[in-house]
């Protein structure tokens, strides 16, 4: 017999609510020790938003996995694991390509160009015109894709351990997470993630070993589901993840999430150096590689050993089954954990872009350094408030599984972001009027598409939607198109040109870094081959 989702907490003991409260404590002590230490009155601004370009690589993997994992990687792999097998883990195994295109291509522009966000580097280009436009549909991209997705899948965990409303669950769960970013800024997150995913990891590893021992083994596990369920490559035919919809649609939304997102390029920005940000988004590509065991296998263990279970319980169904009394705190601990890592770093960067791409740009020019940090405080407190809000309407789509709610949202977000950055990198001739229009007109063109898809003709009940992964390709094909067409046309072209100073600038990467990277693509390779032909 299954237990009830709430009856963890009914099964705390003192040892339970002891690890509860020393996490805690070393939770805020790091916090406060990042936030407060020593450091000069002219660099607080830059620890709040840079972390005063002090991160190694080590602490850039760690709080980019810490930004990308979050509430969501346990509730949905979970869940997807148990309905489909592995296929999932191509959302994050399938992303070393996209991490190389920003390690190897975009952050050496980004660190050449001594910007603080992506709006910054795309205004030095076209303008402040740009610069604004995107200022603002970063904005959107962070509150919706970063802080609501996020805040909604803490939310739906602690309901479902406690029982309680999800407005209840995500305002306190928002209230907590949101100290960080108001008091420390990125450094404090920074030094908070590295701590919290290597606990993260040290649970999830628990919880895995716990439920193959459980299960009868590695060898029974594998022989005890359908042979399909080890395959990252589907046919054209599975109606849930076709290989074209994967190979086609997922790339639209890593170039974006990955490469243009300020949430996850901060930490780069951040960097002591090129190297060292490099070396970090190469260490998160290896972290990514854990999402397997940690991840997507409790979800199999628990069809195989809960099978009549729901799917979206799948995560919390192998907790309160296979975790004895004593360390149910850790589970707490866990996800308290992975919401102030990715609630925390998206609060500061919508911070960070409010503050330096429409505040000091637009409202007021001449602000001061304690200026910038009061109002980046401010829209942290706002930036709660709306995620709360837009937490609730998400809870409110039917008719897709818990996964895909997340990479159908992402992926209606990402196409307009997608293609100016690509084409801003890699074709000479755009200019600003296309990059204007895809940033304005393709935007409302892409997210009007999303609230169609989501809530008007949900697919559920509109059956003429081709998978969620092709409709964002089509869109990303469409504003790709748009965006050549504009170009070619525009009859008093406004474009960059690198001078040969600042093509100089552009640091190649270093031998290290070439080595680095070498071995992750061999590896990822290697994997494909083995999980496939099952």
């Known amino acids: 017999m299954i237990l009830g989702m709430r009856n963890i907490v009914s099964r705390l003991t003192t040892l339970d609510y002891a690890i509860v409260v020393a996490y805690l404590v070393i939770l805020m002590v790091i916090g406060y020790r990042a936030s407060f230490g020593k450091k000069?009155?002219?660099?607080?601004?830059?620890?709040?938003?840079?972390?005063?370009?002090?991160?190694?690589?080590?602490s850039i993997g760690f709080n980019m996995w810490g930004t990308n994992v979050g509430p969501s990687m346990l509730v949905a792999c979970a869940s997807i694991g148990f309905k489909t097998g592995i296929v999932a883990i191509n959302f994050e195994w399938y992303a070393f390509i996209f991490l190389m295109l920003l390690a190897l291509v975009f952050a050496p522009r980004y660190i050449a160009a001594k910007v603080s966000?992506?709006?910054?580097?795309?205004?030095?280009?076209?303008?402040?015109?740009?610069?604004?436009?995107?200022?603002?549909?970063?904005?959107?991209k962070i509150q919706i894709s970063w802080l609501s997705l996020g805040l909604f899948a803490g939310g739906f965990l602690v309901r479902q351990i406690l029982g309680i409303p999800m407005w209840e669950s995500v305002i306190v769960l928002v209230a907590f997470a949101g100290l960080f970013a108001y008091a420390g800024?990125?450094?404090?997150?920074?030094?908070?993630n590295v701590f919290q995913m290597l606990l993260l990891i040290a649970v999830s590893i628990m919880l895995a070993v716990i439920g193959v021992n459980k299960a009868?083994?590695?060898?029974?596990?594998?022989?005890s589901v359908p042979t399909n369920f080890w395959n990252l490559i589907r046919p054209g035919s599975d109606p849930d993840y076709p290989w074209y919809a994967i190979l086609l649609g997922y790339p639209v939304a890593a170039v974006a999430f990955f490469c243009t997102d300020q949430a996850m390029v901060q930490s780069v920005l951040g960097a002591k150096n090129l190297e060292q940000g490099q070396l970090g988004v190469n260490f998160?590509?290896?972290?990514?590689?854990?999402?397997?065991?940690?991840?997507?296998?409790?979800?199999?263990?628990?069809?195989?050993?809960y099978p009549t279970s729901n799917s979206e319980f799948a995560y919390m169904t192998m907790v309160t089954n296979l975790f004895p009394a004593g360390l149910n705190g850790l589970v707490i601990v866990v996800l308290i954990a992975v919401l102030v890592g990715t609630i925390g770093s998206s609060l500061n960067s919508l911070s960070t872009v409010f503050t330096m791409d429409v505040y000091a740009k637009?409202?007021?020019?001449?602000?001061?350094?304690?200026?910038?940090?009061?109002?980046?405080?401010?829209?942290?407190?706002?930036?709660?408030?709306?995620?709360?809000?837009?937490?609730?309407?998400?809870?409110?789509?039917?008719?897709?599984?818990?996964?895909?709610?997340?990479?159908?949202?992402?992926?209606?977000?990402?196409?307009?972001?997608?293609?100016?950055?690509?084409?801003?990198?890699?074709w000479k001739r755009t200019s600003r009027l296309a990059v204007n229009a895809i940033l304005s007109a393709g935007s409302v063109f892409s997210l009007g598409t999303g609230i169609m898809y989501l809530w008007v003709f949900p697919p559920a009940q509109y059956h003429f939607w081709p998978h969620y992964l092709l409709v964002s390709f089509d869109v990303f094909a469409v504003l790709f198109v748009?965006?050549?067409?504009?170009?070619?046309?525009?009859?008093?072209?406004?474009?960059?040109?690198?001078?040969?100073?600042?093509?100089?600038?552009?640091?190649k990467p270093t031998k290290k870094v070439k080595i680095a990277w070498a071995m992750l693509c061999v590896v990822m390779v290697i994997l494909y081959i083995v999980f496939n032909g099952h």
């Open 185 to 192: 800024g990125l450094k404090a997150i920074a030094k908070v």
């Open 362 to 426: 637009k409202i007021n020019p001449n602000a001061q350094n304690k200026d910038l940090i009061r109002v980046g405080r401010y829209v942290v407190i706002a930036g709660c408030i709306l995620a709360v809000g837009m937490a609730l309407a998400i809870d409110s789509i039917r008719g897709l599984k818990f996964f895909d709610v997340f990479q159908s949202v992402l992926g209606f977000i990402a196409p307009p972001l997608a293609v100016v950055f690509l084409l801003t990198v890699f």
């Open 216 to 223: 009868g083994g590695l060898s029974t596990i594998y022989h």
């Open 482 to 507: 748009a965006a050549v067409i504009i170009s070619l046309l525009d009859p008093n072209p406004v474009r960059y040109t690198d001078t040969a100073e600042q093509a100089a600038d552009i640091a």
């Open 117 to 140: 966000t992506m709006p910054e580097f795309m205004g030095n280009r076209y303008g402040d015109s740009t610069r604004n436009i995107l200022a603002w549909y970063a904005l959107i």
């Open 284 to 305: 998160i590509g290896w972290l990514k590689i854990l999402s397997l065991p940690l991840f997507i296998l409790p979800g199999i263990i628990c069809f195989i050993l």
């Open 40 to 58: 000069k009155k002219s660099e607080e601004d830059e620890t709040l938003f840079l972390a005063n370009k002090s991160l190694g690589w080590s």
